[in-house]
Nanobody, 120 residues
Framework: QVQLVESGGGLVQAGGSLRLSCTAS????????MGWYRQAPGKQREAVAV???????NYADSVKDRFTISRDNAKNTVYLQMNSLKPEDTAVYFC??????????????WGQGTQVTVSS
């Protein structure tokens, strides 16, 4: 069984910074893509940033030059450094990972979500 556990959300003023972390645990053989998604009230979940096992990254236009995704493969952890936060960044942020596990093959796993609130 594979689990993703997120941390680091909270309340911050506009212009501030937060760092999210997400660690995968369980029967893991290999982690492929890891990423962060977010869902604001009344809106669909959207991709924020993804990083491959080789370190290639991709960002949503709305967060380019403000957010940085990184991963520590030895710790099975992905990070999202969020700078210059705006009220429109307010959402529940979810971690996602495509993982080859020892028991069920390749699957897409989600964390429980962490709330990020940016006040104006």
């Amino acid at each position: 069984q594979v689990q993703l556990v997120e941390s680091g959300g909270g309340l911050v003023q506009a212009g501030g910074s937060l760092r999210l972390s997400c660690t995968a645990s369980g029967s893991i053989f290999r982690i492929n893509v890891m990423g962060w998604y977010r869902q604001a009230p009344g809106k669909q979940r959207e991709a924020v940033a993804v990083v491959t096992s080789g370190g290639s990254t991709n960002y949503a236009d709305s967060v380019k030059d403000r957010f940085t995704i990184s991963r520590d493969n030895a710790k099975n952890t992905v990070y999202l450094q969020m700078n210059s936060l705006k009220p429109e960044d307010t959402a529940v942020y979810f971690c996602n990972a495509v993982i080859k596990s020892g028991s069920v093959g390749v699957g897409s796993y989600w964390g429980q979500g962490t709330q990020v609130t940016v006040s104006s």
